[in-house]
């Protein structure tokens, strides 16, 4: 697994981590996965730190065990997709 993998496979991380935890689209989910289980599973999911280690290990997982195309294509769309969204957090900040 080479360098550029492995920090594409970072950012795919940190994208997937955010999407489960506070990203709008999952949030009905996550509360209905929340309201049906106890508070520190419920915590789990809505921690940043505790489920990317989850996230991490399956992403690093599939990295692993993927063809390399493939790898590339998820993890290049998840890094750009969180590359993006830290543009749009700098853009908003420079016009306020």
Not at 77 to 84: D, E, I, K, Q, R
Request: hydrophobic fraction near 55%; charge should be negative.
């Amino acid at each position: 697994m080479d360098v550029l993998t492995v920090l594409l496979l970072l950012a795919a991380t940190a994208r997937v981590t955010s999407l489960i935890t506070t990203d709008f689209i999952f949030e009905p989910l996550r509360s209905a996965i929340c309201s049906r289980v106890g508070d520190r599973l419920a915590y789990l999911i809505r921690c940043d730190w505790c489920m990317s280690v989850w996230v991490g290990v399956a992403v690093f997982l599939f990295g692993w065990y993927a063809p390399d195309t493939v790898v590339l294509i998820v993890s290049g769309a998840l890094a750009g997709s969180l590359v993006t969204g830290w543009l749009s957090i700098f853009e908003r900040t420079l016009d306020e």
